[in-house]
């Protein structure tokens, strides 16, 4: 699957992944399509034509990976929300790795319990899905509060670094404020993992319900067209807060679904992020993309 991704991304890292600093290499006139933000105002007043700055960029990136393993993600219908979790961080991983950059990660339970520090190489890679995957399930929590864990993570990166928050973003409320502080400093990336039976249940007749966190059981009816409704009208209301939450940080995210392709989820990202670096431009998004974004 790496050397998949690999050669389909090829061309790609640049929009993926970007360094984190830049350094001045020359000027030239504006041409149709350069980034408008790119533009040297004191070039182009003193000239009366638009110039451009053409930059060198650091290719060196350090990566943070924010793993939320509380008890919600242990959930799946098919594939546990976890699992896509793993999947992820070790392609992301070892394609970071492979180009020289350096990756770290912090843990959740209920609080921040576990954090590796950025390093590079394939042992590392190795090392940080072997505490992954040796680290036992939790049964049970008080309640997610990504809040927390947003603001532990500020404290410890402290050099600008791409993050990817990989969630569920089952959460209590006030996470939206640490979130907004942390894209402020670095780049964020969200990658919001869920299940289809997480927006819309089928009718399976009588069932328990059970909250993976608090246990809390519910015995549910889904044979009733207004139970079902009501739980899509409840998700859908919940699905508009998160992208809302998300736009006003202006954070990305990446969706994974438990029985989705990991491979065709990223490259439709890689193709987002490309297109939307071109919106500067005075371009716009395919419609098949403007729902996505």
Same mark, same amino acid.
């Given at each position: ?14 929009? /993926? ?6 350094? /001045?290499?020359?000027? $030239? ?29 650091? $290719? ?20 546990? %929300? ?5 999947? #992820?961080?070790? *392609? ?38 072997? %505490? /992954? ?16 864990? @947003?603001? +532990? ?16 973003? #089952? ?19 969200? *990658? ?15 069932? *328990? ?9 519910? #015995?549910?009816?889904?044979?009733? %067209?207004? #139970? ?6 409840? +998700?859908?209301? $919940?699905?508009?807060? @998160? ?24 490259? =439709? ?6 297109? =939307? !670096? ?5 371009? !716009? ?5 403007? %729902?996505?974004?």
């Amino acid at each position: 699957m790496i050397r998949r991704l690999d050669g389909m991304l090829h061309g790609d890292y640049r929009t /993926l992944f970007r360094g984190t600093g830049l350094d /001045l290499a020359d000027l $030239r006139e504006y041409q149709y399509h350069d980034d408008v933000r790119h533009i040297d105002w004191n070039v182009t007043a003193r000239l009366q034509t638009p110039y451009v700055r053409e930059y060198h960029e650091d $290719r060196e990136v350090t990566a943070w990976f924010l793993l939320d393993l509380s008890p919600s993600v242990d959930f799946g219908s098919q594939t546990k %929300k976890r699992s896509i979790s793993t999947e #992820f961080i070790t *392609v992301l991983a070892r394609l970071l790795t492979r180009q020289g950059n350096r990756v770290g990660a912090l843990f959740y339970g209920d609080h921040v319990d576990t954090v590796i520090p950025a390093r590079s190489g394939r042992r590392h890679v190795l090392s940080v899905l072997h %505490k /992954l995957l040796s680290r036992p399930e939790q049964q049970r929590s008080e309640g997610t509060d990504l809040r927390e864990f @947003l603001r +532990a993570a500020f404290q410890v990166m402290r050099r600008r670094s791409i993050v990817f928050i990989v969630s569920d973003f #089952f959460s209590k409320p006030g996470w939206a404020e640490p979130l907004a502080m942390l894209a402020q400093r670095h780049e964020v990336v969200a *990658v919001r993992l869920y299940d289809p039976l997480e927006r819309e249940l089928p009718d399976m007749g009588m069932l *328990v319900m059970q909250d993976s966190e608090t246990g809390e059981q519910l #015995f549910v009816d889904t044979h009733d %067209k207004g #139970f079902r409704k009501r739980f899509a009208s409840v +998700a859908e209301r $919940r699905e508009r807060e @998160l992208r809302n939450a998300l736009g006003r940080a202006g954070v990305d995210c990446l969706e994974l679904a438990t029985d989705g392709d990991l491979v065709n989820a990223l490259m =439709r990202f890689a193709d987002l992020r490309k297109r =939307r !670096s071109r919106l500067a431009a005075g371009g !716009s998004l395919p419609k098949h993309l403007e %729902k996505v974004a």
